[in-house]
Nanobody, 125 residues
């Protein structure tokens, strides 16, 4: 069974950091484009960052550029999202997802086939 599991969410104060993890089972996460998405209440799911399945290239939404960093540890079959300088507007449920039909990633959620269950990130003082 192909599965993704997110972890690392929580409640943090503005300006602090969190690192989210996305661990795969049933497939090698190093071969697939992996994306991080988020959805706040009443809003559409939006792409945050993604990493290619071949060369490790990454994309970021404008709202997180310079603050978030995506990385992959193939030995642990895990992709990370390091989130620094968090803002209240980063509050959302964060999901990771995998594409299974191409090598390059994108930030369109409807292109992704395998999804995790999500982890809540709340940024508040």
């Amino acid at each position: 069974q192909l599965q993704l599991v997110e972890s690392g969410g929580g409640l943090v104060q503005p300006g602090r950091s969190l690192r989210l993890s996305c661990t795969a089972s049933g497939f090698n996460i190093g071969y697939y484009p992996i994306g991080w998405f988020r959805q706040a209440p009443g809003k559409e799911r939006e792409g945050v960052s993604c990493i290619n399945g071949n060369d490790g290239g990454a994309n970021y939404a404008d709202s997180v550029k310079g603050r978030f960093t995506i990385s992959r540890d193939s030995a642990k079959n895990t992709v990370y999202l390091q989130m620094n300088s968090l803002k209240p507007e980063d509050t959302a449920v964060y999901y990771c997802a995998a594409e299974d039909d191409q090598a390059l990633c994108d930030l369109r959620y409807y292109d992704y086939d395998i999804w995790g269950q999500g982890t809540q990130v709340t940024v508040s003082s």
